[in-house]
């Protein structure tokens, strides 16, 4: 199910979790992991801009076998959209904190998480002697100090200039706030993509249609084009006066 026909059905298309457990045991499929696709509420985040997301699920579990059997903190978590060959792969993320409600008739399960960059949020680049790290480092040479202890499996650079720049870390921050700085300079942010392949560079604005648009893709440029109903944005501004310049 498309984004149209989200429009023309008032539906939104089925949802499900992939959770593929670190204890591959007897009960989990080798290479699916456990499935669900029935929630009595769910939420997650999905934002180039904001790197560390957060997902909760809640379902009704009624298996013979307890859920904690299944699944367990530090679990991977895919969150996948559509059904068949129209599945896609929204998130990748780690499953933090695992809820049971048991009553005489349902046992309610409720999983919260983060994508793999909340790794990144909790950990910390120091030494024992509290000693920070600094020196010129190529954005390559940085990600593989801060995938060191995560469960990151690639890591790709988009846009960006990859030479050698100052990188430094103070005591006390998290790895996350020291490869924020080190990208800020260079206009460039730090994300993920929905296999967990964590990116560097600068997101590509290329229009979600399949029009020919390919002046504005050159450019990677934000469009909102009313006449031709495009746009890879929800709305835009421009405001001009005599005290600013001009605003977007």
């Not at 456990?34 to 985040?45: E, G, K, N, P, T």
């Not at 002697?129 to 990151?152: E, H, I, W, Y």
């Not at 009313?226 to 835009?236: T, W």
Request: aromatic share 8%; proline share 4%; charged share 20%.
């Amino acid at each position: 199910m498309s984004l149209t026909d989200v429009l023309s059905t008032g539906q939104f298309p089925p949802l499900s979790l992939q959770i593929i457990p670190l204890d591959r045991t007897p009960y989990a499929d080798g290479s699916y992991g456990f499935r669900i696709d029935r929630f009595l509420s769910y939420s997650f985040q999905s934002s180039v801009v904001q790197p560390v997301q957060s997902f909760s699920f809640t379902f009704v579990y009624d298996e013979d076998i307890a859920f904690r059997e299944y699944v367990t903190e530090g679990d991977i978590v895919q969150i996948q959209i559509g059904e068949g060959a129209a599945e896609t792969l929204l998130a990748t993320g780690i499953i933090e904190t695992v809820d049971v409600d048991v009553d005489a008739h349902n046992e309610i399960v409720t999983v919260h998480g983060r994508n793999l960059l909340g790794l990144l949020d909790d950990q910390h680049l120091y030494r024992i002697n509290g000693d920070t790290s600094s020196g010129k480092m190529t954005p390559a040479q940085v990600m593989d100090r801060m995938k060191l202890d995560t469960r990151f499996q690639k890591v790709r650079f988009q846009n960006i200039d990859l030479n050698a720049h100052f990188f430094a870390t103070e005591v006390g921050e998290s790895k996350l706030q020291a490869i924020t700085r080190y990208l800020e300079p260079r206009n460039a942010l730090i994300w993920q993509d929905p296999d967990g392949t964590v990116v560097l560079g600068k997101p590509n604005m290329l229009p979600l249609s399949t029009r020919d648009l390919s002046a504005e893709a050159a450019g990677l440029a934000m469009v909102v084009n009313k006449k031709r109903g495009v746009a890879n944005c929800l709305s835009m501004r421009d405001r001009k006066s005599t005290r600013l310049n001009s605003s977007h």
